[in-house]
């Protein structure tokens, strides 16, 4: 890729990344719970990949894992941002695959569940953006 693909794909993450939490927004306002979760780590992968290519000027690597993506884009995690970011990268994979959405259905249709993770996802989107605008 060239700098100025770079650039265009790195702006692309900020801006779909952005879109992605109000969807989650709108889907738990909806009462669409798992599927909500889905969109929240959605929109912190895009947010963790726009970080990587912002601060290492390359693609970012294909994975939907978050605490991996934290960590190549240079992050220093705690203890419970890990945890946290290991329980939402769970909802990706069961969100995504046929064999896990039954279970997934089952297990993350609660109201508070995914009011507590749509509330740390905002949570985390902030201080991603406030880590990324540092100079590394």
């Known amino acids: 890729m060239t700098p100025f693909d770079i650039q265009k794909m790195t702006k692309y993450w900020l801006t779909t990344s952005e879109k992605d ?7 738990f306002k909806q009462k669409y719970y798992p599927q909500s979760l889905f969109f929240c780590h959605l929109c912190l992968e895009k947010m963790l990949k726009y970080g990587f290519q912002k601060r290492k000027n390359k693609t970012a690597p294909f ?3 978050l605490k991996r993506l934290a960590g190549l884009s240079g992050l220093a995690l705690g203890k419970i941002q890990a945890e946290i970011l290991d329980n939402i990268s769970a ?16 297990k993350y249709n609660r109201q508070d569940f995914a009011q507590k993770y ?3 996802t905002e949570s985390l989107i902030i201080w991603l953006k406030q880590e990324f605008q540092k100079k590394n």
């Not at 939490?21 to 889907?27: D, G, H, T, W």
């Not at 909802?91 to 089952?106: A, C, H, L, P, Q």
């Open 118 to 120: 749509l509330r740390t």
């Open 63 to 65: 994975t939907h894992d």
């Open 21 to 27: 939490l109000e969807v989650a927004r709108f889907l």
């Open 91 to 106: 909802f990706n994979i069961s969100g995504r695959y046929v064999e896990d959405k039954f279970e997934f259905y089952k």
